[in-house]
């Protein structure tokens, strides 16, 4: 299985402050992707990063791979309160099929 | 237009009924998904279907059956569900599977009760 698995399971932050989630995977993947799902709702894709690929940003979004790890993280900076969420990566390996990791659920105090 | 839609948004039904859950999209992709999720899991593909046909079966069941009539629609025909099948079910479409790894645009998901 590709799953992802992220870490830490909960963060609880102060607006303003940086929140950073990270996410582990087992074998070889072709592309990571973070996805965003409010409480009961469907998911929001949030960012693709291919496998030769070490960063990429999208407005307050960083997200970093590190193949030799195994490894992505999420860095949401400035935070608001309306990043309240939980937040999923997907590892995809020769299917192309994501599978989803446990998620990280962030709170972020007004 | 980069919406997917599911109808309807909740379902109670009994364990005897019969019910389908219904999936549109308009972005001509050519890959579509069922996922289910039960609360703070991650979600668990169901099936996936790629240009109309089945080409992903996640040892679902088959008191559930997808059914894609075309490339816009994709139901899911419920049948003799048992009450821990009750869970969000959420639609996905994408524009292919195999070639580069596209995102993946979620409906709302249905909220399924199984009494």
């Known amino acids: 299985s590709q799953q992802g698995e992220e870490d830490p399971q909960a963060l609880s932050i102060q607006e303003g402050e940086n929140a950073t989630m990270n996410c582990s995977y087992k074998?070889?993947?072709?592309?990571l992707q973070w996805y965003r799902q409010n409480s009961g709702r469907g998911l929001v894709h949030l960012i693709l990063i291919r496998s030769n690929e070490r960063e990429k940003h999208s407005g307050r979004l960083r997200v970093t791979l590190d193949t030799s790890k195994k490894s992505s993280s999420l860095l949401i900076t400035a935070s608001r309160a309306a990043d309240t969420a939980s937040y999923f990566c997907?590892?995809?390996?020769?299917?192309?099929?994501?599978?989803f990791g446990r998620g990280t659920s962030l709170i972020v105090h007004p | 237009d980069t919406e997917v839609t599911q109808t309807p948004k909740h379902l109670v039904m009994g364990m005897t009924n019969k019910k389908s859950l219904k999936c549109e999209q308009h972005?001509?992709?050519?890959?579509m998904y069922w996922y289910k999720q039960k609360a703070k899991k991650p979600p668990e593909l169901m099936f996936v279907?790629?240009?109309?046909?089945?080409?992903i079966n996640e040892s679902v069941p088959s008191r559930f059956s997808p059914e894609c009539p075309n490339s816009s629609l994709l139901n899911l025909h419920l049948h003799a569900l048992q009450p821990e099948d009750s869970a969000l079910y959420l639609c996905?479409?994408?524009?292919?599977?195999?070639?580069?790894?596209?995102?993946?645009?979620f409906g709302p998901g249905t909220r399924l009760t199984v009494t």
């Open positions: 972005m001509g992709h050519r890959a």
């Open positions: 997907a590892a995809s390996g020769g299917s192309y099929i994501p599978t």
């Open positions: 074998t070889s993947i072709n592309n």
């Open positions: 996905a479409s994408s524009q292919d599977t195999v070639r580069g790894g596209y995102e993946q645009y």
């Open positions: 279907y790629s240009y109309e046909k089945l080409s």
